[in-house]
């Protein structure tokens, strides 16, 4: 069964340092990895899809990397602001079930002090 | 730019009380998923349709079951309430493998 795991679970930068977020999984068949945040009390919003063919993806001030024959994938945000304070989660899809079942890691809480 | 839309957004129950848990997506995707969010326990899968017509159960089926009523459309039910099952439910959509999941807002729904 595949695990993905985020590590640290949470963790807390001043503003302007950039962040690195790492999820990890089991299993590297995989279709594709995709990157969301949460806000308090909302629902997710995807930041970032990675094909299984991709090392990268980037979108303004936000790069994530994939390596999957390590079952790593890397989220880096430049120059952190307070309003990127949310939880990250990754999510992986299998490529054995690529049209259903996703596994989601339980996300890193950040914070971004001013 | 209505994406993913859940409704209710809250619901308070008693504990017996059945419920249906409504979500819509308006992107023509073939794949819909019911998620539950607990703390410390993330993100889990209760049940979804990888297309119209089909449904299949997730991590996490007991006590509920659904419905893809057409390709918009992807239902929940609690049949009977149970404190257990207060949490926040989302609902998912994506299309081809290829392509990202689109999440609604979520429904917070506490059992008492």
């Known amino acids: 069964k595949q695990e993905v795991t985020q590590i640290p679970a949470a963790l807390s930068v001043p503003e302007g340092e950039n962040l690195v977020l790492n999820c990890s999984f089991t299993?590297?068949?995989?279709?594709?990895l995709q990157w969301f945040r949460q806000d308090p009390g909302k629902g997710l919003t995807s930041l970032l899809l990675?094909?299984?063919?991709?090392r990268e993806q980037t979108s303004g001030r936000l790069n994530a990397s994939l390596d999957k024959s390590s079952g790593r994938s890397t989220l880096y945000i430049a120059a952190s602001q307070p309003g990127d304070s949310a939880t990250y989660l990754c999510?992986?899809?299998?490529?054995?079930?690529?049209?259903?079942?996703?596994?989601f890691g339980a996300g890193t809480q950040v914070v971004v002090t001013p | 730019n209505a994406g993913v839309t859940q409704t209710p957004k809250f619901q308070v129950l008693k504990t017996g009380q059945s419920m249906t848990l409504q979500c819509a997506q308006d992107m023509n995707h073939n794949s819909m998923y019911w998620y539950r969010q607990d703390p410390g326990m993330g993100l889990r899968l209760i049940y979804y349709?990888?297309?119209?017509?089909?449904?299949d159960k997730g991590e996490v089926p007991n006590g509920y079951n659904v419905s893809r009523l057409n390709k918009r459309e992807f239902s929940l039910r609690l049949e009977s309430a149970a404190p257990s099952q207060t949490s926040v439910y989302f609902c998912?959509?994506?299309?081809?493998?290829?392509?990202?999941?689109?999440f609604g807002d979520g429904t917070r729904l506490s059992i008492l």
């Open positions: 990675i094909q299984s063919s991709q």
């Open positions: 299993d590297s068949a995989i279709y594709n």
């Open positions: 999510a992986v899809r299998p490529r054995t079930d690529s049209w259903g079942k996703f596994q």
């Open positions: 998912a959509s994506s299309g081809y493998p290829d392509q990202p999941q689109h």
């Open positions: 349709s990888a297309s119209e017509g089909t449904t």
